[in-house]
Antibody, heavy 122, light 108 residues
Framework: EVQLLESGGGLVQPGGSLRLSCAAS????????MSWVRQAPGKGLEWVST???????YYADSVKGRFIISRDNSKDRMYLQMNSLRAEDTALFYC????????????????WGQGTPVTVSS | EVVLTQSPGTLSLSPGERATLSCRAS???????LAWYQQKAGQAPRLLLS???SRATGIPDRFSGSGSGIDFTLTISRLEPEDFAVYFC?????????FGGGTKVEIK
């Protein structure tokens, strides 16, 4: 079955760190760029970061220097290391797959996980 | 960055009616790289259309998209009960990719 499954969310204090994981199945993971997209409670969607199949990362300005995206193609997994977390990072974090294989630009997302919640609060 | 403004914020319609949703960009969307998503309460977004008008796999043909430049439209020809949801547009033609604020289609 083609699916994405996020894990690693939770409650963390401001300034703390958290590592999210996304496990992929049902498709050739290494062929696709992957992304993290977040949604604050009751709000819209915000692109956070993308990593190409070869491992080139891209970040939104709001997280640049604080978040690190990575992937392990041998394990079909993607990660998001989140440091120096702020209250405004509180959101449901989705893992999302690019629609087109071998595409290194930006793309639409044709597969989403169910999300993992991150709450930054003291 | 490209700001996407969706209108109306809420659309109140009855099943069987036609829904027309708008997405306007602050600058031209490169190569019509615009997508539409449907999100139901408690669920992840689902891709409906990409490239402004190409339906994703498994999307019924009552969903159609049009537009270019700065103005894009999602049309649902006849609303089914399962179509009442929030719809987002996204541009991916320039960095960073951005999303509109959403249009909620609710039952009248």
């Amino acid at each position: 079955e083609v699916q994405l499954l996020e894990s690693g969310g939770g409650l963390v204090q401001p300034g703390g760190s958290l590592r999210l994981s996304c496990a992929a199945s049902g498709f050739t993971f290494s062929d696709y760029s992957m992304s993290w997209v977040r949604q604050a409670p009751g709000k819209g969607l915000e692109w956070v970061s993308t990593i190409s199949g070869a491992g080139t990362p891209y970040y939104a300005d709001s997280v640049k220097g604080r978040f690190i995206i990575s992937r392990d193609n041998s394990k079909d997994r993607m990660y998001l290391q989140m440091n120096s977390l702020r209250a405004e990072d509180t959101a449901l974090f989705y893992c999302a797959k690019y629609e087109e294989a071998f595409w290194s630009g930006y793309d639409a997302f044709d597969l989403w996980g169910q999300g993992t919640p991150v709450t930054v609060s003291s | 960055e490209v700001v996407l403004t969706q209108s109306p914020g809420t659309l109140s319609l009855s099943p069987g009616e036609r829904a027309t949703l708008s997405c306007r960009a602050s600058q031209s969307v490169s190569d019509s790289k615009l997508a539409w998503y449907q999100q139901k309460a408690g669920q992840a977004p689902r891709l409906l259309l990409s490239g402004a008008s190409s339906r994703a796999t498994g999307i019924p043909d009552r969903f159609s998209g049009s537009g270019s430049g700065i103005d894009f439209t999602l049309t649902i020809s006849r609303l089914e009960p399962e179509d009442f949801a929030v719809y987002f547009c996204q541009q991916y033609g320039s960095s960073p990719p951005t999303f509109g604020g959403g249009t909620k289609v609710e039952i009248k």
